[in-house]
């Protein structure tokens, strides 16, 4: 069978590693999906997903074209939504308080250097 990037194609999960499941796609291809292709966010253990022996539906991320190693991902076929927190718009709009009343103005650094060097010898000294 000739297999394309994006395709949905069905295999049967024949091992697992820490880093990922080995699927066997048909007798002469195998794919590899990664522990990080496996769900949205972050996964301590892929035994919570897969097991051997489990037919799967997933999607061809990538194909290398010398080794004919074939990246699977079921990630990409979820429904991302119910995986991602709920953000409130407080949440995203970032805020940056500062004290205006005081002014300090520019200085230059050679200014600031003899008190940052004094400093810096005390911790180093004690």
């Excluded at 301590?44 to 699977?72: C, M, N, P, W």
């Excluded at 995203?92 to 003899?114: C, L, Q």
Aim: hydrophobic share 35%.
């Amino acid at each position: 069978m000739n297999y394309r990037i994006g395709q949905k194609v069905t295999g049967v999960v024949t091992g697992i590693q820490p880093y990922g499941a080995f699927v066997s796609l048909d007798e002469t291809h195998q794919g590899l999906i990664h522990i990080s292709e496996t769900h949205f966010g972050y996964v301590r253990d892929i035994h919570e997903f897969l097991a051997v022996g489990q037919t799967i539906e997933a999607k061809i991320l990538d194909i290398d074209e010398y080794s004919h190693k074939i990246s699977l991902s079921l990630r990409c076929l979820e429904d991302h939504k119910e995986s991602l927190p709920v953000l409130n718009a407080r949440d995203v709009h970032k805020r940056y308080w500062t004290n205006y009343h005081i002014h300090t103005g520019f200085k230059p650094i050679a200014d600031s250097m003899a008190g940052w060097l004094s400093e810096a010898r005390q911790r180093f000294l004690n």
